[in-house]
C-alpha cells in the first residue's frame, strides 16, 4: 500500500511539474517600441579588433519605420563599426523596400548592401545572419534569412579603409552622435557576434534548430536577452538602467535605455 502511495506522489508531482513547464513563459526576448530604445554594451576588444565578423539575430518586427537597426557596433563619432538592420527607405530608387542591410563604414564611402527581392513582414519571425570579410572593399557580405542565402545589391560601393570596430555594441539601435535615433520597432530575441567568417549551413543551422545549436569557436558575444538584475518578473516589465543584461559570452554588461519592456513567449522552446 505505501509503495502504492509513493508511486502516486510520484506520478503527482511529474504531471504539475510537466503542467507548470507548458505554462511557464521564458523570458528571452525585449520589445523595443520607441526611437531611442535599446540595449547598449560596452566595448568588446575581440570584435573591435576582427577583420571579419558573422551575426545572426532573432527578431519579430511589429510595423514599418523609416530604418531600424538590429545589431550595431560603431564609435561614438559613427565613422567605424558596422550596422545590421532594416531599411524601408532605400537609396536605391528602383529597389523595394522592408529590406536587410548591412552597412560597413570605412575611410571613404561607406559600404551598403541590401537584399534583392526578400523583403521583411511585419509580424513575423525571423532568424537572419551576415558574413563580412572586411579585409578588402572589394568583399561583398553573404546574407541570410531564415537559413537561406538571398540575392543582394551593393547600394553604395566601399571606398577607403574598412573600418568595422567600434566602441558600443547596441542591440535594438544605432548610437551615432551620443544619441539613439534609429530604434527597433518589434522584439528581438537575442543575437550571436563572431569575429570570424562562418559558414552559410553552421548559420543556417542556427534557424533550422530554433537557436539549440550554432558555432562556438570565434564566439565573442551573444546577448541572450533572457532575465535582468533586479527584476523577479521579466515579463511585462519596463527596463530601466539598473536592469542590466549580462553577456555571458563577454561578460560584457548590457544597459537599457530608453525603456524597453522585457517580454516572456514561448518561440524558441
Known amino acids: 500500500m505505501k509503495k502504492e502511495i509513493v508511486m502516486w506522489l510520484i506520478i503527482a508531482v511529474l504531471v504539475v511539474g510537466l503542467l507548470l513547464g507548458t505554462q511557464k513563459a521564458e523570458t528571452m526576448a525585449v520589445n523595443f517600441t520607441a526611437n531611442d530604445q535599446a540595449i547598449v554594451y560596452d566595448a568588446n576588444s575581440q570584435l ?6 558573422s551575426v545572426a539575430v532573432a527578431f519579430k518586427r511589429s510595423m514599418r519605420v523609416n530604418i531600424h537597426y538590429l545589431v550595431t557596433n560603431l564609435n561614438d ?5 558596422f550596422l545590421v538592420g532594416i531599411r524601408d527607405n532605400s537609396l536605391d530608387a528602383t529597389q523595394n523596400h522592408n529590406k536587410l542591410t ?101 548559420l543556417a543551422d542556427i ?21 535582468a538584475a533586479g527584476l523577479q518578473i521579466f515579463d511585462g516589465a519596463t527596463l530601466a538602467a539598473g536592469n542590466t543584461i549580462v553577456d555571458p559570452c563577454s561578460g560584457a554588461v548590457g544597459v537599457p535605455a530608453g525603456d524597453p519592456v522585457g517580454v516572456g513567449e514561448t518561440y524558441l522552446r
Open 207 to 227: 534557424y533550422t534548430s530554433r537557436w539549440a545549436s550554432y558555432p562556438k569557436n570565434s564566439l565573442v558575444s551573444c546577448p541572450f536577452l533572457k532575465g
Open 102 to 202: 548591412f552597412i560597413a563604414l570605412t575611410s571613404g564611402d561607406l559600404g551598403i548592401w541590401e537584399t534583392g527581392a526578400n523583403t521583411i513582414l511585419d509580424n513575423t519571425e525571423y532568424t537572419v545572419s551576415v558574413t563580412y570579410d572586411a579585409s578588402s572593399v572589394l568583399n561583398d557580405p553573404v546574407i541570410q534569412i531564415n537559413g537561406a542565402v538571398v540575392a543582394i545589391t551593393e547600394i553604395v560601393t566601399p571606398t577607403g579603409t574598412i573600418n568595422i570596430a567600434g566602441d558600443k555594441l547596441v542591440i535594438g539601435n544605432a548610437w551615432l552622435s551620443s544619441s539613439y535615433d534609429y530604434g527597433m520597432d518589434g522584439i528581438i530575441r537575442g543575437a550571436k557576434i563572431y569575429n570570424a567568417i562562418h559558414s552559410s549551413a553552421s
Open 48 to 53: 573591435n579588433s576582427a577583420s571579419s565578423i
Open 77 to 81: 563619432a559613427g565613422t567605424t563599426g
